[in-house]
């Protein structure tokens, strides 16, 4: 059985690795064929932390790959590092196609991700996305391993609301990830029937977040929705920790991107974050898990359909239970947490079952159901 | 800045007006993906066209008789898929009420930006047309209002015949027009309480 060394339970069942071969039909595959595929992740820039985290899982399962002689080809890694830059993106996306690269793991931010679409169409290529994102895409040459909104926003607001009540802070970066999470969790608390008290950007990599504080210090809020990415995220974090230690004001921050490979950076000023994703609690977190399950599901997939296989076949052909794609929407089925970073680690408060991917939050749950409905912490 | 109200797109109905064609199934594909039903018609609308949330038609081969409404007549957002660019087909097509455009080729794009700018665009165009009727009835009152007023007026200053015209509309609950034209068919203010 290709693949089966997995250490971590509670990634099993979001990403779950699972059985199954790699398959006895080689397809005429020689034993000794390489198989390149691309990695395109910051190794520096401002949110570098959360590409070594799915660097660090392509590349395990690259390993698994590679280490396991059911598979009839070996996985040949090229990397590129467009280094926090969105604009070296598109240009690096094509250099690995040209390198022999059919299939890219990459990109954390959607500004970078929607910079290579182009180039990913005008090239034929995949890219296999390993990150939560902010919904309304269904691109047919991106696989979505990670969460969009319905599985990340929704339960996440939906087990806060009743709990911290009516009136929410929403932070965010920049660009679409921030605009778009914050656009949707304002819908969603004034369907609720609660109120937006202040909704505040960064730029990517800013850490000056002065003015958020001083605005959360004058309203405070019952709960902040923090969007932010990477440094400008630690600065906004590490300040409202000492609002909390120096003035005795505790505001629970509620996160869709935040796993395991950030507590380190975080220290301290992790307690108590709330977040929301596909798995917590084991390793080195879901997008580690996520690019593991991208790497390892594609190198099963093709294994069956074929290493030139077109997507909608490798998407088609089984890959051991490693990670359930929906074919008409290219997103993963996943299930959804909601956990507490308590004692430097997260604890599980909620869980949501896999349920079947809602890019376009078309089949959301309605909100004017929470009026009124206050929950106990 | 008008707000936007996403409509609710999970499980509305959507049809698309075209012969078969890759672009309709790169259409039905990001319907689909979005969450919609989609099925396809041609040569032209069949009847449970009627019960669409949203409409997609061809340009290019397209013209009135495809359709179970007279053009500009659509019952919801229509989207239009143009592929030849001649002044004669975008004629046609907004002549039909498009709400919305896509260009053909159809690819992996542009299906939801469509939905939102189309439902956005037949829901203005709604209330426009609903405030633009009620503008023409109340125009169209102007003379009779005139002519009550001057009944009314017979004896007195023309400001109190206007205030006493708006008394008897509010007393029948009855806009000013309908109230003017009560008291000219009555041909005069004799009749100062509403008939029982």
Redesign the interface.
């Known amino acids: 059985m290709p693949g089966m060394a997995r250490t971590a339970a509670a990634h099993r069942a979001a990403f779950p690795g699972g059985g199954g071969g790699a398959g006895r039909v080689a397809l005429g595959v020689s034993l000794a064929q390489r198989i390149r595929i691309g990695l395109l992740l910051s190794r520096s820039g401002s949110y570098a932390i959360l590409s070594a985290a799915c660097r660090s899982g392509a590349l395990r399962a690259v390993e698994e790959v590679n280490a396991d002689p059911a598979f009839p080809f070996a996985l040949d890694p090229v990397e590129r590092d467009p280094a926090g830059e969105s604009d070296a993106y598109a240009p690096l996306c094509a250099e690995l196609v040209s390198q022999g690269a059919r299939h890219i793991l990459g990109c954390v931010t959607s500004w970078s991700r929607k910079e290579v679409i182009p180039t990913l169409e005008r090239l034929g290529a995949v890219l296999w996305y390993p990150c939560p994102y902010e919904g309304f895409e269904a691109s047919s040459q991106v696989v979505y391993v990670h969460a969009c909104p319905s599985r990340h926003l929704v339960p996440l607001l939906a087990w806060a609301l009743p709990r911290f009540g009516a009136r929410g802070y929403l932070t965010g970066s920049n660009y679409i990830w921030g605009w778009e999470v914050n656009r949707v969790a304002r819908d969603l608390i004034q369907e609720a029937g609660e109120t937006v008290l202040g909704e505040r950007y960064l730029p990517l990599g800013d850490c000056d977040a002065g003015r958020m504080l001083a605005e959360i210090r004058a309203t405070r809020p019952g709960f902040v929705l923090n969007n932010l990415v990477g440094a400008s995220s630690y600065a906004f974090l590490a300040a409202m920790a000492r609002l909390r230690e120096e003035e005795g004001l505790a505001i629970p921050v509620l996160s869709c991107n935040l796993t395991e490979c950030e507590l380190p950076t975080l220290g301290a000023a992790a307690e108590g974050l709330i977040a929301a994703g596909p798995s917590f609690g084991e390793g080195n977190g879901s997008l580690e898990a996520a690019a593991h399950a991208a790497v390892l599901s594609l190198a099963r997939r093709m294994a069956t359909a074929g290493p030139e296989a077109p997507l909608d076949a490798l998407l088609a052909a089984p890959d051991g239970g490693a990670l359930e794609i929906d074919p008409a929407t290219h997103h993963a089925t996943l299930p959804a947490l909601v956990a507490r970073v308590e004692g430097g680690a997260f604890r599980v408060l909620e869980r949501q079952e896999a349920r079947p991917p809602d890019p376009y939050l078309a089949r959301r749950p309605s909100f004017a159901a929470a009026r009124l409905r206050a929950v106990a912490p | 800045m008008r707000s936007l109200r ?1 409509p ?5 109905r959507a049809v698309i007006l075209h012969r078969p064609h890759p672009t309709v199934e790169a259409l039905t ?2 319907l ?5 039903q989609a099925e396809a018609h041609w040569p032209d609308l069949g009847p449970t066209a009627l019960a669409a949330d949203f409409v997609f038609f061809d340009v290019d081969r397209g013209h009135d008789a495809q359709f179970p409404w007279p053009p500009g007549a659509a019952p919801m957002p229509m989207v239009a898929l143009i592929g030849s660019e001649a002044p004669g087909r975008i004629e046609w097509a907004l002549s039909m009420g498009a709400d919305a455009q896509m260009l053909k080729p159809v ?3 542009g299906v ?1 930006a469509a939905l939102l700018i189309a439902h956005a665009a037949f829901a203005a165009r709604r209330a426009l047309a609903a405030e633009i009727d009620g503008l023409r009835a109340r125009l169209a009152g102007r003379r009779t209002v005139v002519r009550a007023v001057a009944l009314l007026a017979a004896g007195s200053d023309e400001e109190a015949a206007y205030a006493e015209l708006r008394r008897r509309a509010m007393e029948w609950r009855v806009t000013i027009e309908e109230a003017a034209a009560r008291l000219v068919a009555q041909g005069g203010p004799l009749v100062r309480r509403r008939p029982a």
């Open positions: 996403t609710s797109l999970g499980g509305a594909r990001q689909a993906a979005i969450g919609l690819g992996d794009g939801h």
